[in-house]
Antibody, heavy 119, light 109 residues
């Protein structure tokens, strides 16, 4: 059973880059034919898919965020990461990492981490 | 504005059957599978239904999904108090990204 845990700063200043890491345990990130993705949820609002990376390296991003998002994998650390540039208050949200056999079927989730964008 | 449209709220009494709708378009629901998630307060979402109507192991058969054309539905029969949660539909879009519904808050009266 895969387990995921997000980590990173809980506070980011406007215009800076939000960086989060998801550590995977219970399996190898490089040996599974899985997608590794990020989903966010602004306080009191619904879910928004940010993007996914396939174990082969192919990436898929939400068009509304594509110009600011990078998702990458570090197989040596069994981690994958999210970078979101030029953040504003609208990027304040709980950020979840998740894994799925196909991008829309997230089966295992991290507990989520709240990132606040504020000066 | 979410790409998939769900009613913001739904309610029912214990034992009742409740359905939640999800409307999309030909580029998402119309040509791809639909997935449903349950999010209990303060927790991460949980995959409830995959490939339109399949339940992961451990999900009670009280939960069922269906799809017709560009719409889908989640049905919960024998409603229980622990079913009170937010429910989200999701689908792959042919533009190569995942779209979510805005979520439906289910209240068990």
């Amino acid at each position: 059973q895969l387990q995921l845990q997000e980590s990173g700063p809980g506070l980011v200043k406007p215009s800076e880059t939000l960086s989060l890491t998801c550590t995977v345990s219970g399996g190898s990130i490089s040996s599974s034919s899985y997608y590794w993705g990020w989903i966010r949820q602004p306080p009191g609002k619904g879910l928004e898919w940010i993007g996914s990376i396939y174990y082969s390296g192919s990436t898929y991003y939400n068009p509304s965020l594509k110009s600011r998002v990078t998702i990458s994998v570090d197989t040596s650390k069994n981690q994958f990461s999210l970078k979101l540039s030029s953040v504003t208050a609208a990027d304040t949200a709980v950020y979840y990492c998740a894994t799925s056999p196909v991008p829309a079927a997230s089966k295992s989730w991290g507990q989520g981490t709240l990132v606040t964008v504020s000066s | 504005q979410s790409v998939l449209t769900q009613p913001p709220s739904a309610s029912g009494t214990p034992g009742q059957r409740v359905t939640i709708s999800c409307s999309g378009s030909s580029s998402n629901i119309g040509s791809n599978y639909v997935y449903w998630y349950q999010q209990l307060p303060g927790t991460a979402p949980k995959l409830l239904i995959y490939r339109n109507n399949q339940r992961p192991s451990g999900v009670p058969d009280r939960f069922s999904g269906s799809k017709s054309g560009t719409s889908a539905s989640l049905a919960i029969s024998g409603l229980r108090s622990e079913d009170e949660a937010d429910y989200y539909c999701a689908a792959w879009d042919d533009s190569l990204y995942v779209v979510f519904g805005g979520g439906t808050k289910l209240t068990v009266l």
